[in-house]
């Protein structure tokens, strides 16, 4: 009996070290089209100049301090190339972790992904993987508003979709 007390008490504790510890892995694998998607990001600011949705975001996000500001042409890059509303990425940051203050330290991951524990090596590669993600994993299934995304994206929290769809109105009325 105390053999099997021991036993788990190891194990548990293992896990759960294991579970403070970001993972520190590649994005999915992606395919020669998605690749060249990455390679066509242009500099923020010609993004900025060509889009001004990308402008609002930059403005958005700069005037909250973000990280994230100097990527607004990425965000949006991203979600028109994988056809997702350009607000609901930065919206979904906006709540997990304060548009990117609010996360462990050098793991990109300002989107809550994996309990926040996942680690992307740079923020060109979180947004692709994340709106990737988005777009596979919800936007196929018809999942397309934050209401509907949050009912799997952060099951334990029922307000989660009411709280990014505030983020995303936020983004359009500043």
């Known amino acids: 009996m105390a053999k099997k007390f021991f036993f788990f008490t190891l194990l548990g504790i293992g896990l759960f070290l294991a579970a403070l510890t970001p993972v520190r892995a590649e994005p999915l694998m992606v395919s020669q089209q998605e ?3 990455q390679l066509r990001f242009k500099k923020t600011t010609t993004l900025l100049k060509e889009n001004p949705r990308s402008l609002l975001l930059y403005r958005f996000l ?3 301090q973000s990280p994230l500001a100097p990527f607004a042409g990425d965000l949006v890059a991203a ?3 994988y056809h997702l509303d350009w607000r609901l990425l ?3 940051s906006g709540l997990e972790s304060n548009f990117g203050h609010l996360m462990i330290p050098h793991t990109y991951n300002a989107y809550g992904y994996l309990g926040g524990y996942y680690a992307f090596p740079n923020w060109h590669k979180s947004i692709l993987f994340m709106s990737k993600y988005l777009a ?3 936007y196929a299934r018809g999942l397309t508003t934050p209401e ?3 009912r799997i994206y ?3 929290c029922p307000y989660w979709g009411n709280a990014v769809r505030r ?5 359009t009325t500043e």
């Open 79 to 81: 979600a028109d190339y």
């Open 62 to 64: 700069k005037s909250r």
């Open 167 to 171: 983020f995303m109105n936020l983004l």
């Open 136 to 138: 596979d994993v919800y």
């Open 154 to 156: 952060a099951p334990p």
């Open 35 to 37: 690749a060249s998607a």
């Open 148 to 150: 509907a995304i949050g």
């Open 90 to 92: 930065p919206a979904i």
